[in-house]
Structures are given as structure tokens and as C-alpha cells.
């Protein structure tokens, strides 16, 4: 079946530093992925998203290209803050009939100052 | 603030017990969402309701059961309880089923089965 692949966490960094979280994904079909981020104590927000392929999704600093030669989605970020501190999950999603997400296992970002 | 709400959130409860967590989308949103979040499977899609019907179907149990009310706002119901049901459980919501819309997330609900 579809399924989604992140690199396991924690990833710690130092403020400034290059961010890069993995994610490849399994699917039968052309999905739309997303990256949502997960703030301490707080539900999913989107932070970004592509819907076919060689698309680049970006918000807030962060940039995930879609390739479908590599069924990748890696997260970016050239300089992170320890703000960016949370879990971050890569997601599929076909749309068509029904709208589910399917997620990774999500990604632990702590930045230290 | 997604503008989802959930309650409780957090609940305590016995192995075998019942109990029903509330949901209320975001104003004008037809579709809403059920997640749960657990250290064991990660996050995973239970069912989605689109305007009062059910819609999808994910990883859910028997013993859990949902529905959406005319007023748009959802419950699930968890039946049985297991420690195994202990997990975060998130709403989601969305103006539409089939198109790739962004969902909203709301704050979760924290279930502790003991």
C-alpha cells in the first residue's frame, strides 16, 4: 500500500545551521505531498505543499521539491531558529473521492541556541 | 488557532469503559477528520464525514465508531477502552471531501486508558 518514509529523529542542530529532513514515499499513483509541523502542545498546521511533480512547495523558509524519479520530498532550510523547534511529518494525500492523509512517523527538530 | 476545536482535552479513564470526543470544524467546513496519534503507530487516519456521511474509512476499529451531526460538528466514540487506545486523538476539518484541500488541524484530545 502508500506509505511515507522520514528519517528517524531527533535531529539537533545549532541556530543557523542547514536543515535537511528526509522523506520518500511509496505510492500506486501521482499524490499530492505536504509537510506539516507539529509545535509542542499544538495540532498539525500545514507548512507546505506540491501537487505534481518537479513542483516546489515553500513557507517560512522551508522548501521541499517533488521528485518523482526519487519518490522524495526533503524538507529544507538554509538557517533555522530555534523556533523551528517541533515534529515535523511528511504526507500524501490523492484527493479523487476521499481527502485522507497518509503520514510518516514524523521528525523531532530541536534547535539549540 | 486552526479555528477546529475539540474537548475534552485530556481524559483519564478505566480499561472497558466508554467514552466520546467532540469535535466542531471550522465555520463553513463540510468535512471533517478523525487522526489518532500514538507512539506505537505514529499518526494514522481513522474516518472522514462529509456533511452529515460518512466518507472514507482508514485504520479503525470496531469499537470505535463516528458521526456528524447536522450542525456539522463530530463525535467518536470509543468503546471497550484497551490501554492500547491511550493516544492523542486529532480533528481535522476541510470545506470540501474529494478535492485536495488543506486540512485543519484542531488541538487534540489526550486519552489515557488505565
Known amino acids: 500500500g502508500d506509505s511515507v518514509t522520514q528519517m528517524e529523529g531527533p535531529v539537533t542542530l545549532s541556530e543557523e545551521a542547514f536543515l535537511t529532513i528526509n522523506c520518500t514515499y511509496t505510492a500506486t499513483g501521482y499524490p499530492s505531498l505536504f509537510w506539516y509541523v507539529q509545535y509542542p502542545g499544538e495540532g498539525l498546521q500545514l507548512l507546505l505543499k506540491a501537487t505534481k511533480a518537479d513542483d516546489k512547495g515553500s513557507n517560512k523558509g522551508f522548501e521541499a521539491t517533488y521528485r518523482k524519479e526519487t519518490t522524495s520530498f526533503h524538507l529544507e532550510k538554509g538557517s533555522v531558529q530555534v523556533s523551528d523547534s517541533a515534529v515535523y511529518f511528511c504526507a500524501l494525500n490523492y484527493g479523487g473521492a476521499t481527502n485522507k492523509l497518509i503520514f510518516g512517523t514524523g521528525t523531532l527538530l530541536a534547535v539549540q541556541p | 488557532d486552526s479555528g477546529v476545536t475539540q474537548t475534552p482535552k485530556h481524559l483519564i479513564t478505566a480499561t472497558g469503559q466508554r467514552v466520546t470526543l467532540r469535535c466542531s470544524p471550522r465555520s463553513g467546513d463540510l468535512s471533517v477528520y478523525w487522526y489518532q496519534q500514538s507512539l506505537d503507530q505514529g499518526l494514522q487516519f481513522l474516518i472522514q464525514?462529509?456533511?452529515?456521511?460518512?466518507?472514507a474509512k482508514g485504520n479503525i476499529l470496531e469499537r470505535f465508531s463516528a458521526q456528524q451531526f447536522p450542525d456539522l460538528h463530530s463525535e467518536l466514540n470509543l468503546s471497550s477502552l484497551e490501554l492500547g487506545d491511550s493516544a492523542l486523538y486529532f480533528c481535522a476539518s476541510s470545506p470540501h471531501a474529494g478535492a485536495i484541500d488543506e486540512q485543519y488541524f484542531g488541538p487534540g484530545t489526550r486519552l489515557t486508558v488505565t
Open positions: 464525514y462529509y456533511n452529515g456521511e460518512e466518507r
